[in-house]
Each structure stands twice: as structure tokens, then as C-alpha cells.
């Protein structure tokens, strides 16, 4: 149980399009997504919490314009990194938090790499 | 401002020997802390956790120690094994918080040789 899937897996694209990438929890509710992006041999850096059926919270720095977040059911939350740059290249992680769960474990998805040209 | 450090970028030991990753926090309204495991180009993979009102949390070869006043946790795997290769991050949270947000350590990259 508990799984996450995110996709696509990996992304490239050229400078000035727009990228979408999907997170849905696959057997459980998920009220809470969250998301993340890695730079190689970096932590996983906390991007913005998307509740379910309200607006994203955004972490300080982080654009809120150009990372457009979407948790439109208990199942599916959507990131959309518009007018992408080379700068913008990195691994995107989503996870998710099960509703039904006291504990704050998080289930994460297997990322996508995001590769701007 | 690092709230979860991992000080120790790597490190190395030998199948069938204990490995100890070591993580330490300066917040203190911390109160739940939790272990993933993550292989190159994948999400990370939950371990085991603990709450701040235990000081050890035991998952077979997985125990998850945790020192309040010295604000430092530990998670020891026994034996070690070369598929327990990967990179460990420890995270961070407080309970009750409204979103339940994770703090993550920069991880230590753990290579078991056979």
C-alpha cells in the first residue's frame, strides 16, 4: 500500500515552454501533497504543500507565478513549471501524506527529471 | 539556516557490520523524525520513524535512536548489507503542525562492501 507514482519520469524540453508534471496517490487519500526538487547531491528542498481543494502553501523563494500547483482531488496534485529555463533543471519529487495516518510518514513518488534545453 | 544536519557526506563499511548514520536538529519544537532511504534517480523510500516520547524505535535490522537533549539521532542497520547501499537522508517535523511538513538532512551516502 502507500504507493505514489508520478510521471512522466523524465522531461526534456526547450527554454520558454511549459512542463507538466502529475502526482497521484495510487490506494490511499491524499488531503496533502507535497513537493520537492533535488539538485545532484543536494537535500530534497521543500517547494510548496498543495491541500486538496485549496491553494498551495509556497515555501519563502520560491515562485509561486512560475510553479503552478494544482491538487484538484484526493488523488492527484499537478505541478506545472511554466516557461521553463536551463536553471529550472532539476528532479522533481512529489509526496504524499495519508490522510488516514496519525504519523507524519510521507510516501514519495520516483521523481521526474526535468531537463530544459 | 540547516535545521537537520548530516555531517557525514559518506560513509563506508563492510557487509555484515553495523552502519551508523548520524543526524542532528537545532530545532526543538521538532518532535517526529523519520529516515528515507534513496536510490539514484528514484524518491526516497521510508525506513522508520520515531516520536519524540521514545528514545528507540526497533524494525528488524532498522533501530532509530534518538537523544532529546542532545537534539541527535542515530539509525543503525545490523547487519549491513551491499543492498543497503544508497543514500539516508534523516527528516524533521513537528506534530500537529497544519501541514506537516518534513525538513530534510543534505543525506550521507552509505556504500556496504562485500
Known amino acids: 500500500g502507500a504507493v505514489v507514482s508520478q510521471h512522466p519520469s523524465r522531461v526534456i524540453c526547450k527554454s520558454g515552454t511549459s512542463v507538466k508534471i502529475e502526482c497521484r496517490s495510487l490506494d490511499f487519500q491524499a488531503t496533502t501533497m507535497f513537493w520537492y526538487r533535488q539538485f545532484p547531491k543536494q537535500s530534497l528542498m521543500l517547494m510548496a504543500t498543495s491541500n486538496e481543494g485549496s491553494k498551495a502553501t509556497y515555501e519563502q523563494g520560491v515562485e509561486k507565478d512560475k510553479f503552478l500547483i494544482n491538487h484538484a482531488s484526493l488523488t492527484l496534485s499537478t505541478l506545472t513549471v511554466t516557461s521553463a529555463h536551463p536553471e529550472d533543471s532539476s528532479f522533481y519529487i512529489c509526496s504524499a501524506r495519508d490522510a488516514s495516518y496519525l504519523d507524519n510518514e510521507q510516501f514519495f513518488g520516483p521523481g521526474t527529471r526535468l531537463t530544459v534545453l | 539556516d540547516q535545521q537537520v544536519k548530516q555531517n557525514s557526506p559518506s560513509l563506508s563499511v563492510q557487509e555484515g557490520r553495523i552502519s551508523i548514520l548520524n543526524c542532528d536538529y537545532t530545532?526543538?519544537?521538532?518532535?517526529?523524525f523519520l529516515w528515507y532511504k534513496k536510490y539514484p534517480a528514484e524518491g526516497p523510500t521510508f525506513l522508520i520513524s520515531i516520536s519524540s516520547i521514545k528514545d528507540k524505535n526497533e524494525d528488524g535490522r532498522f533501530t532509530v535512536f534518538l537523544n532529546k537533549s542532545a537534539k541527535h539521532l542515530s539509525l543503525h542497520i545490523v547487519p549491513s548489507q551491499p543492498g543497503d547501499s544508497a543514500v539516508y537522508f534523516c527528516a524533521a517535523s513537528r506534530s500537529g503542525g497544519s501541514n506537516y511538513k518534513l525538513t530534510f538532512g543534505k543525506g550521507t551516502l552509505l556504500t556496504v562492501n562485500p
Open positions: 530545532n526543538s519544537m521538532f518532535d517526529y
